[in-house]
């Protein structure tokens, strides 16, 4: 539409942005991959065909939206900045597999996945700010969004939270989701040198792919997981005692509960398995449905 760039070329970059008055915001996260090998190679990695479905969040200039289209899959983009939603649809606006989404990912995320349209496999990519990759990554887990894939580029330190394992240091509710709902991997390590302007730390690329799981209820798992990390240093069943959902279940009933799970009552959530805290999860959405049923 009138508009070509060169993605990885600063000068380009520059000229775009002295054009609509753009300055780099690095405080937002606005750092831009210059490595034309390591963005090509990654798009590849997710093995993308016509008929599938990418959602891109934070596209920024489109440095990999049109290395996505390219693919032939259908892009739904997310951006916040009203200039950079001006150069997306300049850009891609004539192709029919490019949609954009303008606004906060968070409040918009949700609304945009009621009304997907049909697809293959489902990728979600972005390279997420660190201040704003927990809140994301939390809000696609519960909104339960059917992905095959996660793809993200985020910062470095990122890793020891997304593959912390129980009783460690790291270990977090962001932790227990990415490692419930995905297989987490490392694939690359990006030096900060790749972006322009350039970050004062590395980056990383990491793969989730979809991991099975039997949770009964979605719903109750998520309050689960919570109670796990509300209060932390406190017994796990003093949490949920007091959590509004869970009130119906007597403090003996919960102790029972432990038992048949063979958790002791003194028993931390941070200690529990991926495994238990699923058991656990599905015992009280039982014990809570038996509950209701009782009442009706």
Do not use: W
């Amino acid at each position: 539409m009138g508009l070509t760039i060169d993605f990885f070329d600063k000068y380009d970059i520059k000229k775009l942005f002295d054009e609509y008055n753009i300055g780099f915001q690095k405080k937002f996260g606005q750092n831009f991959l210059m490595d034309r090998d390591f963005a090509s190679d990654s798009v590849s990695s997710m093995e993308l065909h016509g008929g599938d479905l990418v959602l891109e969040i934070g596209s920024g200039i489109g440095t990999f939206t049109h290395l996505l289209l390219a693919t032939g899959a259908d892009v739904t983009a997310f951006e916040l900045d009203y200039k950079f939603v001006d150069i997306l649809n300049r850009l891609f606006g004539d192709n029919e597999h490019f949609r954009c989404v303008q606004g906060d990912v968070l409040k918009t995320l949700p609304k945009t996945v009621k009304d997907l349209p049909p697809h293959n496999r489902l990728i979600i990519y972005g390279s997420l700010p660190y201040y704003i990759t927990t809140p994301i990554l939390e809000k696609i887990f519960y909104t339960q969004i059917d992905f095959d894939e996660i793809d993200i580029i985020v910062q470095a330190e990122m890793q020891g939270r997304l593959l912390a394992q129980p009783n460690t240091e790291r270990y977090c509710l962001l932790s227990l989701l990415v490692n419930t709902f995905s297989e987490p991997t490392v694939c690359a390590n990006i030096p900060a040198a790749s972006f322009l302007p350039e970050p004062n730390v590395d980056s990383i690329f990491v793969k989730m792919t979809k991991k099975a799981n039997n949770i009964i209820d979605k719903r109750i798992y998520f309050q689960t997981a919570k109670e796990i990390f509300r209060n932390r240093r406190k017994k796990l069943i003093n949490n949920l005692l007091t959590n509004s959902i869970f009130c119906s279940i007597t403090k003996d009933e919960i102790i029972n509960i432990f038992s048949e799970l063979n958790l002791k009552e003194d028993i931390r959530g941070e200690a529990l398995s991926i495994e238990q805290v699923t058991a656990l999860s599905n015992k009280l959405s039982e014990k809570l449905q038996h509950l209701k049923g009782d009442i009706i």
